[in-house]
């Protein structure tokens, strides 16, 4: 499955690191979703970007910093990051429609983070 | 609130057999779309099957298929003739639109299932 690719697939950082994680989808879609999978947690979305806006910021904290600078390419830009923002990346796709239509979110691998 | 449960943490079958995973969800939408989405080791989330909450015919894929009950909102996967390619993690869960068209989905906290040779 190479529709959605995600880079690094794993990623260790300091607290005081930068460091960005970038996904690319190869299927056209015009909306990306970035999703936190924690262990023993549901998947709780991000951000995400509808037509490279960016039209929801799910209270995530702002050492996060979402890019989307087209509609094929999404980063999550990383600051001062604390333990336990350790946890699996997931970025995904879809093809927005303007009414209730087919569209499906296709996922990523995933960038494994730990933050020592 | 949406929300989505899975009851059941962990399943283990053997293969050849069917095994039922179920799921319920609490929306006052009309129309949404469920899911069921497997990510087995590798950690890919792969779509398993969809259904619209307008349709009344319950989804079928191949091995795959649904039991929709849209009055009691629920939604259990069933797997036939389970093979040990189906290992993985199962995660329900449920879409709405919102601002622009854009999708939400809310998750299950996912069921893991194992298929024992």
């Known amino acids: 499955e190479t529709g959605v690719t995600q880079t690094p697939r794993h990623l260790v950082m300091g607290m005081t690191n930068k460091k960005s994680l970038k996904c690319e989808q190869h299927l056209g879609h015009n909306a990306m979703y970035w999703y936190k999978q924690s262990a023993k947690k549901p998947l709780e979305l991000m951000f995400v970007y509808n037509f490279k806006e960016q039209t929801e910021n799910n209270s995530v904290p702002s050492r996060f910093s979402p890019e989307c600078p087209n509609s094929s390419h999404l980063f999550l830009h990383l600051h001062t990051l604390q333990p336990e923002d350790s946890a699996l990346y997931l970025c995904?796709?879809?093809?927005?429609?303007?009414?209730?239509?087919?569209?499906?979110?296709?996922f990523g691998p995933g960038t494994r983070l730990t933050v020592l | 609130a949406q929300t989505v449960t899975q009851s059941q943490p962990e399943m283990s079958v053997q293969e050849a057999e069917t095994v039922t995973l179920s799921c319920t969800y609490d929306t006052s939408e009309n129309n949404y779309y469920l899911f069921w989405y497997k990510q087995p080791p590798s950690r890919q989330m792969i779509l398993v099957i969809r259904q619209e909450a307008y349709k009344q015919q319950n989804a079928t894929e191949n091995r795959f298929s649904v039991n929709f009950q849209k009055a009691a909102k629920s939604f259990s996967l069933k797997i036939s003739d389970s093979q040990l390619g189906d290992t993985a993690m199962y995660f329900c869960?449920?879409?709405?639109?919102?601002?622009?068209?854009?999708?939400?989905?809310?998750f299950g906290q996912g069921t893991r299932l194992t298929i024992n040779p």
């Open positions: 995904a796709s879809s093809q927005e429609e303007t009414v209730l239509g087919t569209d499906t979110q296709y």
């Open positions: 869960a449920f879409m709405i639109h919102f601002f622009q068209g854009a999708q939400k989905l809310v």
